[in-house]
């Protein structure tokens, strides 16, 4: 009980240094956000405290007018996903948000409409999709293709994280089989639209009419170059030491470590970016994964139940009721932190210099990935893996 009293205190003197602005001041987070490990440098921009020092690579004023663009947002009924669509919304484009809850969907619609105001008018088109299934994800990419003649971006930013041991419905693990094949999936079978949206002009059939708009890009126009944003997580410097297991490996839950796991599935995310960069280069698509860096949303409820198992109900309690609503001072608010998503989506810097299979950290900045991103045949092996598993070749 004396261990458990002092770890609180000394908990609760870290955290109100935190707020007050005394810690920031030290600059001992300017070095944290510097600090390069034996993987790399994946404190960088972690948490608000390490980007004082720094300017923003990206921010909400440099979106562009986006009328005429379609951008589908996985997630988005709530954090990132949510915050993404909000702000790709009152930029004018048309944002399809999907969500494995229909209600929840409709319901961050409403929410978006509201925040943004009648004098926009945002374009939000709320869509079923569960990533843990390969059926929902044909379902709604067969959806998607009725309904649609472009789409200019995909922001794949749905996730879990550090779940107890689950499957999919094809008996994946859940955090490989959503994180990573999913998204997959769901890319592959919709990249042809992107391949050629290549006019500028978009039809958008809402059931009793169909518009015609053209296209905007801040200037590039509708023939610009589309994008692909895998939403990757500083968790990827810590998968399993081989980095990508064996598929039999992956779905093991004797061997099962959620972290690593949730390391791996993020691995994969960028994995995925720079073997698909390479596949689209000729084809006019930018394909680049990012860390949002720590964030204020509801994917860190399983990491309450980690503290909790190792600390105890006290620590995790004050964790959750002190720490992770405190967004800006403890983590990042999720408005602020989607604009690293939204800078490689939507960006007119990256787009006219044509920047792809590269991966950034908050907000907006280079950052080198995990040595396991250098290896190139653990790149192939997961491409060639996906493709089996998903059956899409």
């Known amino acids: 009980m004396k261990l458990l009293g002092a770890t609180v205190l000394v908990l609760a003197i870290f955290i109100g240094s935190l707020y007050s602005g005394a810690l920031v001041?030290?600059?001992?987070?300017?070095?944290?956000?510097?600090?390069?490990?034996?993987?790399?440098?994946?404190?960088?921009?972690?948490?608000?405290?390490?980007?004082?020092?720094?300017?923003?690579?990206?921010?909400?004023?440099?979106?562009p007018d986006l009328e005429g663009t379609t951008?589908?947002?996985?997630?988005?009924?709530?954090?990132?996903?949510?915050?993404?669509?909000r702000h790709l919304a009152a930029k004018k484009a048309t944002v399809v948000l999907t969500c494995r809850d229909t209600k929840r969907c409709e319901q961050a619609v409403a929410k978006i409409r509201e925040s943004i105001g009648?004098?926009?008018?945002?374009?939000?088109?709320?869509?079923?999709?569960d990533l843990a299934s390969f059926s929902s994800i044909r379902a709604f990419a067969n959806a998607f293709k009725n309904k649609f003649t472009r789409l200019d971006s995909m922001i794949l930013n749905a996730g879990v994280?550090?779940?107890?041991?689950?499957?999919?419905?094809?008996?994946?693990?859940?955090?490989?089989?959503t994180n990573h094949f999913g998204h997959f999936l769901l890319t592959t079978l919709l990249l042809p639209m992107?391949?050629?949206?290549?006019?500028?002009?978009a039809a958008i059939d809402d059931g009793e009419t169909t518009l015609l708009s053209t296209g905007g890009w801040g200037g590039l126009g509708g023939?610009?170059?589309?994008?692909?944003?895998?939403?990757?997580?500083?968790?990827?410097?810590?998968?399993?030491?081989?980095?990508i297991r064996s598929f039999e490996e992956m779905n093991d839950q004797t061997s099962y470590n959620r972290q690593k796991a949730y390391g791996q599935s993020k691995l994969a995310n960028v994995l995925f970016a720079q073997e698909l960069a390479e596949r689209v280069k000729e084809k006019n698509i930018l394909v680049n994964a990012i860390h949002p860096g720590g964030v204020d949303t509801e994917l860190g409820r399983y990491i309450i139940e980690l503290l909790k198992d190792f600390f105890g109900e006290t620590v995790s309690s004050f964790v959750e009721e002190h720490l992770a609503p405190r967004g800006g001072r403890g983590l990042w608010y999720p408005r602020d932190a989607s604009l690293t998503?939204?800078?490689?989506?939507?960006?007119?810097?990256?787009?006219s210099q044509r920047i792809s299979g590269k991966y950034y950290h908050p907000i907006a900045r280079l950052t080198e990935p995990d040595p396991h991103c250098q290896n190139?045949?653990?790149?192939?092996?997961?491409?060639?893996m996906s493709e089996r598993v998903t059956g899409y070749n």
């Open 194 to 201: 992107m391949e050629n949206s290549t006019h500028n002009t």
């Open 223 to 243: 023939g610009g170059p589309r994008t692909i944003v895998a939403v990757s997580s500083a968790a990827h410097f810590d998968s399993y030491p081989e980095g």
């Open 376 to 384: 190139k045949t653990l790149q192939k092996m997961l491409w060639d």
């Open 25 to 63: 001041s030290t600059g001992v987070f300017s070095m944290l956000d510097q600090f390069e490990g034996s993987r790399g440098y994946f404190m960088k921009g972690l948490f608000p405290a390490m980007h004082a020092d720094t300017a923003w690579g990206f921010t909400e004023d440099q979106i």
């Open 341 to 351: 998503q939204l800078y490689a989506a939507v960006s007119p810097k990256l787009r």
């Open 118 to 129: 009648p004098e926009i008018n945002p374009s939000l088109i709320p869509m079923k999709l």
């Open 161 to 177: 994280m550090v779940p107890p041991f689950s499957k999919t419905a094809e008996g994946l693990e859940l955090q490989i089989g």
């Open 71 to 85: 951008v589908v947002v996985t997630g988005a009924n709530s954090g990132l996903g949510f915050w993404s669509a």
